[in-house]
C-alpha cells in the first residue's frame, strides 16, 4: 500500500510542476510573438492569457501550502 501512496504523491507532484512549467513557457512563447510585431491585439491576448495562467497557479498555490504543513 505505500508503494501506491508513493505513486500518486509522485504523480500529483509532477502534474503540478507540469502545469507550471507549461504555463510559463507558454506565457514566454506568446511574449516573443508579441514582441516581434507589437500590435494591440497582440498585447490583448497576451495580457489575457497571462492573467487566466496567474489564476490557476493562485488557484494552485493554497492547496500545496495547506499539503505541507499535514505531513
Request: aromatic share 10%; hydrophobic share 50%.
Amino acid at each position: 500500500m505505500e508503494a501506491i501512496q508513493l505513486i500518486k504523491l509522485a504523480l500529483t507532484v509532477i502534474t503540478e510542476r507540469l502545469i507550471t512549467i507549461i504555463s510559463l513557457l507558454t506565457s514566454c512563447g506568446l511574449s516573443c510573438w508579441v514582441m516581434y510585431e507589437p500590435t494591440w491585439e497582440r498585447v490583448a491576448t497576451l495580457g489575457i492569457y497571462v492573467f487566466f495562467c496567474y489564476l490557476i497557479l493562485v488557484a494552485k498555490e493554497p492547496r500545496n501550502a495547506a499539503a505541507s504543513t499535514t505531513t
